[in-house]
T-cell receptor, first 111, second 115 residues
Framework: GDSVTQMEGPVTLSEEAFLTINCTYT??????LFWYVQYPGEGLQLLLK?????DKGSNKGFEATYRKETTSFHLEKGSVQVSDSAVYFC??????????FGSGTRLLVRP | EAGVVQSPRYKIIEKKQPVAFWCNPI?????LYWYLQNLGQGPELLIR????????DSQLPKDRFSAERLKGVDSTLKIQPAELGDSAVYLC?????????????FGPGTRLLVL
């Protein structure tokens, strides 16, 4: 069935380091792909999305490119800040119209 | 613009008791979702509404869970009776149109603890 696999956390980085959080998926057809972020004590917020192959989603310095050939949607940021500390969820909507989430990756950025 | 509102934010009950969660979606959003999020996991869809109609409730445990969305706006999710394994965060989300590709906006969630 349709699924999302994320790298396990926690990911611990120093401020201004480069971030990559890996996400791969299994789905039939052409799903839309999303990254959501959950800050401590808050609800899920959409970070970025891509709806077709080779699209790049970007927001707040984060980027992810829809790679159909490798079924991946890795999240990257060139220079992380302490305020980026949160849990990041990769998700997809396949042909079933259901938003399917990965298990989340916790990011901790140290000053 | 107000976001998705949920109440209560926290609820502690004893097993076998009933509990209800309330959600007010973003104004104008016709699609409403209830998700279950267990600790350390991603959310899982329980039910999706298009206006008043439940169009996907395949993951809702119907023996103890029920939901309604009267008048196509607010929604209530109920558990009766609650079990220890129901302890989790219950998230409500809404979108202007149905998926796929449509952004879902999430509320802060209701954290349920069943003792």
């Amino acid at each position: 069935g349709d699924s999302v696999t994320q790298m396990e956390g926690p990911v611990t980085l120093s401020e201004e380091a480069f971030l990559t959080i890996n996400c791969t998926y299994t789905a039939t057809g052409y799903p839309s792909l999303f990254w959501y972020v959950q800050y401590p004590g808050e609800g899920l917020q959409l970070l970025l999305k891509a709806t077709k192959a080779d699209d790049k989603g970007s927001n707040k310095g984060f980027e992810a490119t829809y790679r159909k050939e490798t079924t991946s949607f890795h999240l990257e940021k060139g220079s992380v800040q302490v305020s980026d500390s949160a849990v990041y969820f990769c998700a997809l909507t396949p042909s079933s119209y259901k938003l399917i989430f990965g298990s989340g990756t916790r990011l901790l950025v140290r000053p | 613009e107000a976001g998705v509102v949920q109440s209560p934010r926290y609820k502690i009950i004893e097993k076998k008791q009933p509990v209800a969660f309330w959600c007010n979606p973003i104004s104008g959003h016709n699609t409403l979702y209830w998700y279950l999020q267990n600790l350390g996991q991603g959310p899982e869809l329980l039910i999706r509404y298009e206006n008043e109609e439940a169009v996907d409730d395949s993951q809702l445990p119907k023996d103890r869970f029920s939901a309604e969305r009267l008048k196509g706006v607010d929604s209530t999710l109920k558990i009766q009776p609650a079990e220890l394994g129901d302890s989790a965060v219950y998230l409500c989300a809404s979108s202007f149109r149905p998926p796929p590709g449509e952004t879902q906006y999430f509320g802060p969630g209701t954290r349920l603890l069943v003792l």
